[in-house]
């Protein structure tokens, strides 16, 4: 499966990351790509309405949000965990941004 950035934001956000913490995200953003549909918990979970986090675990702990569209899976925002959910604010630009894909 092949994965693609919805924006340039998400690669900014990933290049500024330690370069262990970015390494453990490659590693991840592989696993989508290899597994497609398949990925499963601990490394993907679904938000519903078609949403999807991947879940990079470690000194700081990243969410992908992501999508299936066509044969891709969708990037659509990244940010650095810092509570048990992900934020209204950062899920709605998520979906916004699926929306548009739609």
Same mark, same amino acid.
């Not at 994965?3 to 991840?28: A, M």
């Not at 993907?44 to 299936?68: A, D, N, Q, V």
């Given at each position: 499966?092949?994965?693609?950035?919805?924006?340039?934001?998400?690669?900014?956000?990933?290049?500024?990351?330690?370069?262990?913490?970015?390494?453990?995200?490659?590693?991840?953003?592989?696993?989508?790509?290899?597994?497609?549909n398949?990925?499963?918990?601990?490394?993907s979970?679904?938000?519903?309405?078609?949403?999807?986090?991947?879940?990079? %675990?470690? @000194? $700081? &702990?990243? =969410?992908?949000?992501?999508?299936?569209?066509?044969? /891709?899976?969708?990037? #659509?925002?990244?940010?650095?965990?810092? %509570?048990d @959910? $992900? &934020?209204? =604010?950062?899920?709605?630009?998520?979906?916004?941004? /699926?929306?548009?894909? #739609?």
């Amino acid at each position: 499966m092949e994965i693609k950035n919805f924006t340039t934001d998400i690669d900014k956000f990933l290049d500024n990351l330690e370069e262990t913490t970015r390494s453990k995200v490659s590693k991840v953003v592989h696993m989508l790509m290899m597994a497609g549909n398949d990925i499963a918990m601990p490394y993907s979970k679904s938000l519903g309405e078609g949403l999807f986090e991947l879940r990079i %675990s470690g @000194k $700081i &702990p990243i =969410r992908i949000i992501y999508c299936f569209y066509e044969n /891709y899976a969708i990037l #659509l925002h990244a940010l650095i965990k810092k %509570s048990d @959910k $992900i &934020p209204k =604010r950062e899920l709605d630009l998520a979906k916004r941004r /699926y929306d548009t894909i #739609l």
